[in-house]
């Protein structure tokens, strides 16, 4: 059973950083896609950044240049470094893994940010 915990969040002012971690186990698959979700009070989940299992990441416009995505298979993690934080980025933050049409999801992790 694939479990993934996420730690990290807090609240930080505008302009600050933050480093959420996710700690994955279980049965992961050879082939995935681990990503970063948001979803901030009144709004959709919105998907934040992926790497997938070959190391290739992707990012939502609105985190390009500010957010890095990054995994460490020796320790099972995947991090996501927020700097220049915005208000806007005030959402709890998910982690997700992929597999095929299988996604497994963490309870998530608040970032609040202070103007």
């Known amino acids: 059973q694939v479990q993934l915990v996420e730690s990290g969040g807090g609240l930080v002012q505008d302009g600050g950083s933050l480093r959420l971690s996710c700690a994955y186990s279980?049965?992961?698959?050879?082939?995935?896609?681990m990503a970063w979700y948001r979803q901030a009070p009144g709004k959709q989940r919105e998907l934040v950044a992926h790497?997938?299992?070959?190391?290739?990441?992707n990012y939502a416009d609105f985190v390009k240049g500010r957010f890095t995505i990054s995994r460490d298979k020796s320790k099972n993690t995947v991090d996501l470094q927020m700097n220049s934080l915005k208000p806007e980025d005030t959402a709890v933050y998910y982690c997700n893994l992929q597999w095929g049409t299988i996604m497994y999801w963490g309870k998530g992790t608040l970032v609040t940010v202070s103007s």
């Open positions: 790497v997938r299992s070959g190391g290739t990441t």
């Open positions: 279980g049965g992961i698959p050879s082939i995935y896609i």
